[in-house]
C-alpha cells in the first residue's frame, strides 16, 4: 500500500512503516526539565486502523503517566493502578462521543472491544472497572483528591493526614477486594474498615477520628461539588467515642499491674529517707529504714512527735 493510499489515523496515531504506532507529546517545561523528547512513541502490533484505535488506549495511559511522573519527579514504576489511568482517558474520549474525523470508530465502539480484551487477559472484575470508570459510573477514589486539597487549601501536616487517610482507606480497599471507586463506598463498608484498621487494631480513638474525619470531609466535598448524591457521606456519624476502651469494675479504666522497672523505682524512691506511718493512737507506728525493712518507732521517738 503507498503512503498516499494509507488510512487516514485518530488522533495520538501515526503511520511507521507498515504499523501503526502512538504519539504523546511532551511538554516544553517537562522535556526541559526531565530530558525527554518532544514526542513518546510507542509501536502498535497491528496495520489496522480499527484495531489501533483500540489498543491506543493503554498507551496514551502509559506515556501520559511517564510525562506526569517526570514532572513530578516520581520514580518510573511506582504509578497507579493502569486500569484506573486508563479507564480515564477513556471517559474523556466518550465525553466527546464523536467519531473522529479521519475513523468512522467511535470511543464507545472501540471501548466495547478493550473491555472485551482486558476481561479475557485480567478478568471480569478488571474488565468492569474498566467500563465503568469509562462511562462514568465508577469514580477511582484518588481520582479527584488533588481537586479537593487545592480548593480546601490544605497545607503542611493536615495536607498529609488527608492523604495519608485516602491512602489507608485504598489500601484496605485492595486488601479486602473492595473496589477502590467512590461509588462502591456506603456504611457498611467504611464500617468495616474502621473496625479493621482502627478498632481491632487497638489504635487509640483520636487517631481513628482523625482519619474518619478527613475521609468524611472528602465525601462533603464530592457532594458539595456534584460528584455524588450531596448529603449521602458514609463517614458521617462513625467517629469513635474517646475513652471508650474496656472498663473496670469501677467503672474506670483497667488498671495494670506495676513493671519490674516501675516497682523499682517506687521502692528506691520510697528507701532514699524514711518513711514514718502514722496510725490511729492506739496502734504501733511503723518506719521504713534506708535499708528497706520497716521496723516499730521507739516509744521515746513517738513522744518527740508532734502531735
Known sequence: MSVSNRPKLGSHLEWHGQKIRV???VPPLVQQSAKLPAWLKEGLPTDSPRAAETLKWPVI??????????????????????IVAEGMLWREAIAEDQPSASSDVTARQ????????????????????????????ATPLESLIEDWIAEKAYKGRTEAARRHALKRFKEWSSEKKV???IEAVNRKIAGRFIADAFVTAGAHPATANKAISGLSSYWDWLGKRGHIEEGVNPWHRQFLKVGSGPKGEDGQGVKRPFTDDEAKKLLAGITKQPLAVTLPP???????????????????????QTR
Open 23 to 25: 504519539k504523546v507529546r
Open 110 to 137: 472501540a471501548l466495547e472491544d478493550r473491555v472485551d480484551t482486558i476481561a479475557h487477559q485480567h478478568g471480569e472484575a478488571k474488565a468492569e472497572l474498566l467500563a465503568g470508570i469509562a462511562l462514568g459510573t
Open 282 to 304: 492506739t496502734s504501733i507506728q511503723l518506719s521504713v529504714r534506708s535499708d528497706g525493712w520497716i521496723c516499730p518507732v521507739g516509744r521515746a521517738e513517738r513522744r518527740g
Open 61 to 82: 495511559a502509559r506515556l501520559k503517566k511517564r510525562i506526569d511522573d517526570a514532572r513530578n519527579g516520581v520514580v518510573s514504576g511506582t504509578e497507579a493502578d493502569p
Open 179 to 181: 473496589p477502590a471507586t
